[in-house]
């Protein structure tokens, strides 16, 4: 069974940086697609950024284009976001997430996404 855990949530001021990391275990990590999604208060799920199982290609939302980056290390089976120049509007649960089959197409449709962690809480004050 798959199992994702993310950690490196918090509170941050506004302008701020976190980095999340999610450590997967259960399967041939580098085989997959990692995805991270957020979801604020009252809000649906949304996608924020993805990374194919090689880390040679990206995906992101247009929210955090150019302030957000996520790589990998798939010898330590662990994903990550770079969250810079953060702002009150990035407050939210985040979520990292993987597709239960192969593919070298970032899908930003939280519906491809099969496994998911329990989310860790930013909080960005202004």
């Known amino acids: 069974q798959v199992q994702l855990v993310e950690s490196g949530g918090g509170l941050v001021q506004a302008g701020g940086s976190l980095r999340l990391s999610c450590t997967a275990s259960?399967?041939?990590?580098?085989?997959?697609?990692m995805g991270w999604f957020r979801q604020a208060p009252g809000k649906e799920r949304e996608f924020v950024a993805a990374?194919?199982?090689?880390?040679?290609?990206?995906g992101y939302a247009d929210s955090v284009k150019g302030r957000f980056t996520t790589s990998r290390d798939n010898a330590k089976n662990t994903v990550y976001l770079q969250m810079n120049s953060l702002k009150p509007e990035d407050t939210a649960v985040y979520f990292c997430?993987?597709?239960?089959?192969?593919?070298?197409?970032?899908?930003?449709?939280?519906?491809?996404?099969?496994?998911w962690g329990q989310g860790t809480q930013v909080t960005v004050s202004s």
């Open positions: 997430a993987t597709p239960a089959s192969r593919s070298a197409v970032i899908s930003y449709s939280r519906s491809q996404y099969n496994f």
């Open positions: 259960g399967r041939t990590f580098s085989a997959y697609i």
């Open positions: 990374i194919t199982g090689s880390g040679g290609t990206t």
